[in-house]
Each structure stands twice: as structure tokens, then as C-alpha cells.
């Protein structure tokens, strides 16, 4: 049996000129701590209750043997973007130039803890709940991801959005 591992978040804007140079330094983080690191981009996060639903469901898939992705942190990232199909999840992560981001750290806490140190160095940190936060300059940027329409939001409200967002990372297991 696995041994129980911790999740700490982390959040803040980055600028990655090379984004294989990025994910390599942040993989050589991971791996020297033994721990599993996932960026994603903040932007299209809908509010710190999506992330935190998207990791429960990408853990207890692993936990049961029904991940699609090998990686954890590509399963979080499957989940967090509602996507069944692995390719289609990447539009939620990181990308060239200016990022909002979080990274979503699991391990054993005395792993976690000098990896967060690590990863900080290479971040300007923000408060998550200002990055997480679902607002207007994020809209856009959720429905064309997520593919919430005008009816659906004219159905529920557009205060209703996140929720929305919610319900594509629930049915993430059965959209084929």
C-alpha cells in the first residue's frame, strides 16, 4: 500500500521563455525530491473549489486503478481541463511567456517542503485565492476551454459559471 501522500499548492505568475527548459527544471525539482509537481494555468482555473475537486477525482481514480494517464500530474491535469482524452487536457497548462500559475505538489511533507522552497525561486508568488479566483477576465477564456454555450449559461446564470466548469470535470470519466 502507498503511503499517504500530502498535496500543497503554490501560485504566482512566471515567465517561461522555453516552455521544455521550464518543465524540465520543474521535473528535476520533482524528481530530486520525489515528489510529483503539476502546473497549470491559473487563467483558466474557475475558483479554488475546481482545483481541489479536480485533484480529489485524479487521486482517487489512481487510487482505484482507473487513471487514463500514468503520471499523476497529467491525471490532475486530465481532470482539472474535464477532459477524457490526455492531448486535449495540455490547453489548461503552462505555456510560453507570461503565466498565472499553480502548481499542485503531492508527497510526503519532508519532500514537499524543499521542493516548494525550489519551485518558489522560480515564481513571483501570489496568494492563491487571487489567482484561483474565478472572475470576468478569466470568462473567456473558461467557456471556450470548457465549452460552456450561451444556453447554458442562460439556463443557470452566469454566476453560475464555475459550477459549470465543476460538472465538466465530474463527467471527465464518461465524455468519450
Not at 517561461?16 to 527544471?25: A, G
Not at 482507473?66 to 495540455?90: K, T, V, W
Not at 465543476?166 to 463527467?171: K, P, Q, T, Y
Amino acid at each position: 500500500m502507498e503511503t499517504q501522500r500530502e498535496i500543497q499548492v503554490t501560485c504566482g505568475k512566471v515567465n517561461i521563455l522555453k516552455l521544455s527548459d521550464f518543465l524540465n527544471t520543474i521535473n528535476s525539482i520533482a524528481s530530486e525530491n520525489n515528489i510529483i509537481i503539476q502546473g497549470l494555468n491559473s487563467d483558466l482555473i474557475a475558483g479554488e473549489r475546481h482545483l481541489h475537486f479536480a485533484v480529489g477525482k485524479a487521486l482517487r481514480a489512481i487510487a482505484a486503478g482507473r487513471n487514463i494517464a500514468n503520471d499523476p500530474g497529467i491525471e490532475i491535469m486530465r481532470y482539472a481541463s474535464g477532459e477524457r482524452q490526455i492531448e486535449r487536457s495540455f490547453s489548461i497548462g503552462l505555456h510560453k511567456g507570461e503565466n498565472n500559475a499553480v502548481f499542485v505538489l503531492l508527497g510526503k511533507m519532508d519532500n514537499l517542503i524543499p521542493a516548494l522552497s525550489s519551485l518558489k525561486e522560480l515564481i513571483i508568488e501570489n496568494p492563491c485565492s487571487e489567482l484561483l479566483a474565478y472572475s470576468d477576465c478569466k470568462r473567456q477564456g473558461i467557456l471556450s476551454v470548457f465549452g460552456i454555450t450561451d444556453a447554458e449559461i442562460e439556463a443557470s446564470g452566469e454566476e453560475h459559471i464555475p459550477e459549470l466548469v465543476i460538472e465538466r470535470v465530474a463527467l471527465a470519466d464518461f465524455v468519450k
